[in-house]
């Protein structure tokens, strides 16, 4: 049986309920042709300006919230200032790299966490997003 991820862009927006549009499918090709990634909305619009696609800033903002709320991508918000968008939504976590504004992934089976509070009534745990931050050592 193929994987969704294994489809082929069209069919993949379409397998997540998404109009394969032109912007999105240009989108999609520049977000998923280098492997799993974490990219904010801005690095994603200088890619595409690069890659000469004729998209907005705000267009790239609605599109990866589209993809989002798809489960396509998911959000990784790191700092107020900054959002990412991870295309590996499987269960991981991430290292942020303090001043290089670089997020790197940590595997499931690198961490384990332990003694979660119960959710309030008639809510379940989506997610827990473990993200440690680093930094260059300072000499002493």
């Known amino acids: 049986m193929t994987h969704a991820y294994e489809l082929p862009i069209e069919e993949r927006l379409r397998h997540f ?9 240009a989108l999609a090709d520049l977000l998923f042709a280098k492997g799993d990634r974490h990219l904010t909305v801005e690095e994603l619009h200088e ?11 705000a267009t790239v903002y609605n599109t990866l919230h589209q993809f989002t709320e798809a489960g396509l991508i998911r959000v990784l918000a790191v700092e107020s200032s900054k959002t990412y968008f991870d295309t590996n939504v499987s269960d991981h ?43 260059p050592r300072t000499r002493t």
């Open 17 to 25: 309920g998404l109009r394969p549009t032109r912007q999105r499918v």
């Open 47 to 57: 890619e595409a300006v690069t890659a000469g696609v004729p998209v907005s800033l």
């Open 93 to 135: 976590h991430h290292f942020f790299i303090e001043g290089e504004n670089q997020v790197l992934d940590i595997p499931i089976s690198n961490l384990t966490i332990g003694n979660l509070p119960e959710p309030p009534e008639g809510m379940e745990i989506a997610h827990v997003d473990v993200i440690i931050r680093l930094r």
